[in-house]
């Protein structure tokens, strides 16, 4: 089932696909590394998914200005409908779009936020279940994009267990749960889940890798919790890939330098 008003969400998708091809056309006339973003919020029951991904995009544009983004959004009641909505075909098609643009020196970056079970995301809209995205699905919907360098960043309950199945040599992938384990900061007014508080609002991003990100994320998502008097402890996860390892190790604010290791 789609969630009501799909025709414009189409139109919003298809400008937002065309106006990213064209920013592309003005970025990629230089050979320096670029970002090419994908922010997904799956499910409307909280405004933290939203607010994870327009923070999520605020962090990439500040490392690369010309960096192309899309965001698909189901967005809670109350909330400006003015993004395509988060449904399985159009992440397909907006995967498959960063596919067909991204270079082999480019980064591409994901993050998919939403409520989930071990193997699956829920996408949620028109407060009413649509549908459950599996890891076969995010297998499936990633291959196009399977030799570009990807940063996949997962925040839901029971994420890690999608690391087995999406983990690959050109991936890096975070998550905000270990595989049998909930994740905290997706009740209804939140203001973003803990993992991506934790993660995006660290005061010296800029200057860490991902490899010191992480521990401090770790650290600031346990501060979380302890204060929330919640348990078990979530846990997040990290997997980088083999083909990673220079740019985990890279500090996040030199990731568009061209002569910056990948």
């Given amino acids: 089932n789609a969630p009501a008003n799909k025709t414009h969400s189409d139109t919003l998708l298809a400008q937002q696909i065309e106006q990213a091809r064209q920013a592309w056309k003005v970025a990629a006339q230089s ?77 591409v970056v994901l993050l998919l936020t939403s409520h989930g079970a071990p193997g699956f995301l829920s996408v949620h809209a028109g407060m009413k279940p649509q549908s459950l995205v599996s890891s076969t699905d995010l297998r499936r919907w990633l291959a196009p994009l399977q030799d570009r360098p990807t940063l996949l960043v997962i925040s839901a309950c029971f994420s890690g267990s999608l690391i087995a199945p999406l983990a690959h040599k050109q991936r890096i992938i975070l998550t905000a749960a270990a595989a049998n384990r909930a994740s905290f900061g997706c009740d209804s007014k939140s203001d973003n889940t803990y993992f991506i508080k934790a993660l995006l609002r660290e005061p010296d991003l800029l200057n860490l890798s991902l490899r010191e990100l992480m521990p401090r994320a770790l650290a600031g998502v346990e501060q979380l919790e302890t204060a929330m008097q919640l348990a078990p402890p979530s846990r997040p996860q990290a997997f980088y890939g083999e083909a990673t390892q220079a740019w985990a190790d890279q500090p996040i604010g030199q990731w568009v330098q061209r002569d910056a290791a990948r």
């Fill in 31 to 107: 050979p320096a590394p670029r970002l090419l973003f994908a922010g997904v919020a799956m499910d409307d029951r909280s405004e933290a998914f939203r607010h994870d991904v327009l923070l999520a995009e605020k962090v990439v544009r500040s490392i690369d200005p010309q960096a192309v983004v899309l965001r698909l959004v189901n967005p809670v009641p109350g909330q400006a409908a003015d993004l395509p909505y988060a449904t399985p075909s159009n992440i397909a098609q907006v995967l498959q779009t960063l596919a067909t643009l991204a270079r082999p020196q480019d980064k």
